[in-house]
């Protein structure tokens, strides 16, 4: 027991000194201009690229439409046949969601949105 926290003593250790030798600083992704007309510098940070998050339509969208499937089936079956009608329903408008998802082109979520900052 004694040999495992020695361990993990000794590697949060190690960690604590070589994470900040490893860490690169945001200067090392900045320029500076000068513009001879104005005599300013100009500060420009390189572009980076980030990913914007799915929402959760996107994130779900087979379940979204089973269940909205399922549901619309599940009201139109009850409203015609009574409680086994919603249930036929239910079934028969989930696979209809079902469907519909099978045959829905597919989404490239994560598409890289390039952003440019420029501190004048």
């Known amino acids: 027991m004694l040999k495992k ?3 993990t003593l000794l ?3 190690m960690l604590a000194v ?3 030798l490893a ?3 945001a200067e090392a992704q900045t320029r500076r201009y000068y513009n001879s007309r104005t005599g300013r510098y100009t500060t420009v940070r390189r572009a980076t690229t980030t990913y ?3 929402n959760v339509y996107q994130r779900h969208r087979k379940a979204f439409n089973i269940g909205i499937g399922a549901a619309s089936g599940l009201l139109l079956g009850g409203l015609l046949g009574g409680r086994k009608g919603a249930a036929i329903g239910a079934l028969g408008g989930a696979g209809g969601g079902y469907l519909v ?3 829905q082109r597919p989404k490239n ?3 890289p949105v390039r952003r440019t900052y420029r501190n004048y």
Do not use: E, G, N
Request: hydrophobic share 40%; charged share 20%.
């Open 18 to 20: 070589v994470l900040p």
């Open 109 to 111: 979520y994560l598409r």
């Open 23 to 25: 860490a690169t600083s």
């Open 101 to 103: 998802t099978k045959v």
């Open 52 to 54: 914007r998050r799915p």
């Open 5 to 7: 926290y020695t361990t």
């Open 11 to 13: 590697m949060m250790a």
